[in-house]
Nanobody, 127 residues
């Protein structure tokens, strides 16, 4: 059974750090494409960062570049998102996603490209 379960969200002050985890179970863990998305109230879900574990490709949205880092631990089937220098505009529900579909880098930051999702974990950054 495919399951993605996020944890690690919380409330921090501006400039603080959080590390989100996404425990992945089922065949989907071996899939190449995994990603973190976020959605703030009243806004569309947006891609934060993606990883293609098969090629080593990583991509970050401009808004989080040099602050966030995506990684994957194959020993415990977990996807991570290290978030540093957090800003109030990072406040959102964060979701991990995965897919074994073939896709190009051009579409890898679109939520439509992913068919397996976690339930989300809330991140709140206060000024």
């Amino acid at each position: 059974q495919v399951q993605l379960v996020e944890s690690g969200g919380g409330s921090v002050q501006s400039g603080g750090s959080l590390r989100l985890s996404c425990a992945v179970s089922g065949y989907i863990y071996s899939a190449c494409w995994k990603a973190w998305f976020r959605q703030a109230p009243g806004k569309e879900r947006e891609g934060v960062t993606i990883i293609n574990d098969c090629s080593g490709y990583r991509y970050y949205a401009d808004s989080v570049k040099d602050r966030f880092t995506i990684s994957q631990d194959n020993a415990d089937n977990t996807l991570y998102l290290q978030m540093n220098s957090l800003k109030p505009e990072d406040t959102a529900m964060y979701y991990c996603a995965a897919t074994d579909r073939f896709m190009s880098r051009a579409t890898s930051m679109s939520p439509l490209a992913y068919d397996h999702w976690g339930q989300g974990t809330q991140v709140t950054v206060s000024s």
